[in-house]
């Protein structure tokens, strides 16, 4: 079945630890793949996106995603978490274009 | 630009009644879509627009009705809301159905 899976529900990391937020897929072609972040009572914002080319892709708030095939994954990772990242991050496929599909998301917490 | 607007911000419904919850978009976007948020399921897709005077099924459509009569409006339809339906919605636009850019939605309750 065509599905998105982020395995870990709640992750939590000091300040200044690097960070990788896990994202798995299962459809037959490479869909388009994205992240997204959620800071409580918000909408969402994208942080990057991947259609085609360079597998590592840079987004916004110094985060960046590589897209691993062999693997179906599309991890997020941040080299050095700031308190102020501490959200729920989404990881979402369109494989269609529109018809969008997200994962549960996963909440991280940052200790100080 | 405002981007994507919705209303209202909150509502409280009682079993069986009906209401409607607005999108707007002021970027052109053909591409319109509703989610819905509940706790551990990340979104769900429940109704999308590729244009105006076209509508499709996502996900979760049932108990849900959309129009698409104008490029900006994207409005969503409870006939007969059921406690089912509490959740968070949350509309968004995309300008070629790829990215998409998100209102700040509505919290629904219903009793």
């Known amino acids: 079945a065509q599905s998105v899976t982020q395995p870990d529900i709640h992750i939590t990391v000091s300040e200044g630890a690097s960070l990788e937020l896990r994202c798995n897929y299962s459809y037959g072609a490479t869909p388009y793949l994205f992240w997204y972040v959620q800071s409580p009572g918000q909408g969402l914002q994208l942080l990057l996106k991947y259609f085609s080319g360079d597998t590592l892709v840079q987004g916004i708030k110094g985060f960046e995603a590589e897209f691993k095939r062999s693997q179906s994954s599309f991890n997020l990772r941040k080299p050095s978490v700031h308190w102020s990242d501490a959200a729920e991050y989404f990881c979402?496929?369109?494989?269609?274009?529109?018809?969008?599909?997200f994962g549960a998301g996963t909440r991280l917490t940052v200790k100080p | 630009n405002a981007g994507v607007t919705q209303t209202p911000k909150f509502q409280v419904l009682k079993t069986g009644q009906s209401m409607t919850l607005q999108c707007a978009q002021d970027m052109n976007h053909e591409y319109m879509s509703w989610y819905r948020q509940d706790p551990g399921m990340g979104l769900r897709l429940i109704h999308y627009s590729v244009g105006a005077g076209i509508t499709d099924q996502g996900e979760v459509p049932n108990g849900y009705n959309v129009s698409r009569s104008t490029t900006e409006d994207f409005p969503l339809r409870l006939l007969s809301a059921a406690p089912s339906q509490t959740s968070v919605y949350f509309c968004?636009?995309?300008?070629?159905?790829?990215?998409?850019?998100f209102g700040p939605g509505t919290r629904l309750l219903v009793l």
């Open positions: 979402a496929v369109a494989p269609r274009g529109n018809d969008m599909r």
């Open positions: 968004a636009s995309s300008p070629g159905g790829e990215t998409q850019y």
